[in-house]
C-alpha cells in the first residue's frame, strides 16, 4: 500500500509533468513565431532591396508612382499573410492549452480526491455518521469542481472560437 507521502509524490510529478508539456509547448509555439518573423523579414528586405533597384530605373514619376503602390500592396499583403499564420498559431496554441489544463484539471482533481479519501480512511474516525458527512461533502465538492471544469473549458473553447479568423477571410 502506497503512504501518502508517496501519493503526494506521485500527485507532484503529475503536475511537474504537465508543467513541462505546458512549456515545451510554448518554446515550440515561440520558435514557429519567431522563425516565421525572421522569413518574413528577410523576404520584405530582398524585396524592398529589388525594389529599390527597380525604382531607379523608372524616369516616368507616373510609372514611379504605380510601382511604389504595387510595392506597397505586395508589403503590405506579405505582413497580413505573417500576421495570420502567427493568429492561426495562436489560436491553436490557445485550444492545445486549453485541452491540457482542462485535461489537468480533471485528472488532477481526481487524483486529490483519491488521496484525501485514502487519507480520511486511514484515520480513526469511529463515528459512522461524520464519516458519511465526510464523503458526502467530498462528493459536492468534486461534482462542484467537475462542473466548474466543464464550464471554465466550455468558456475556454468560445475564447478560443471567438480569436480564430473567420474561414472565409484567409
Not at 528577410?42 to 529599390?52: H, Q, S
Not at 480520511?120 to 467537475?146: L, V
Amino acid at each position: 500500500m502506497a503512504t501518502k507521502q508517496d501519493q503526494m509524490n506521485e500527485l507532484q510529478k503529475k503536475n511537474l509533468e504537465a508543467a513541462m508539456r505546458l512549456a515545451q509547448m510554448s518554446i515550440e509555439n515561440s520558435q514557429r513565431i519567431m522563425e516565421l518573423q525572421v522569413s518574413t523579414a528577410k523576404t520584405l528586405f530582398e524585396d524592398g532591396v529589388k525594389n529599390a533597384k527597380a525604382m531607379t530605373a523608372v524616369k516616368d514619376p507616373k510609372e514611379l508612382m504605380d510601382l511604389r503602390t504595387q510595392f506597397a500592396q505586395a508589403t503590405t499583403e506579405k505582413m497580413l499573410s505573417c500576421a495570420r499564420e502567427i493568429a492561426e498559431i495562436t489560436a491553436r496554441t490557445q485550444n492545445e492549452v486549453g485541452k491540457l489544463v482542462g485535461e489537468q484539471l480533471s485528472t488532477g482533481s481526481n487524483d486529490m480526491f483519491d488521496a484525501m479519501q485514502k487519507l480520511f480512511k486511514g484515520m480513526p474516525i469511529t463515528d459512522q455518521n461524520a464519516m458519511t458527512a465526510i464523503q458526502t461533502a467530498m462528493d459536492t465538492t468534486r461534482s462542484a469542481f467537475e462542473q466548474m471544469t466543464r464550464a471554465s473549458a466550455e468558456a475556454f473553447q468560445a475564447f478560443s472560437n471567438m480569436t480564430q479568423p473567420p474561414k472565409g477571410r484567409r
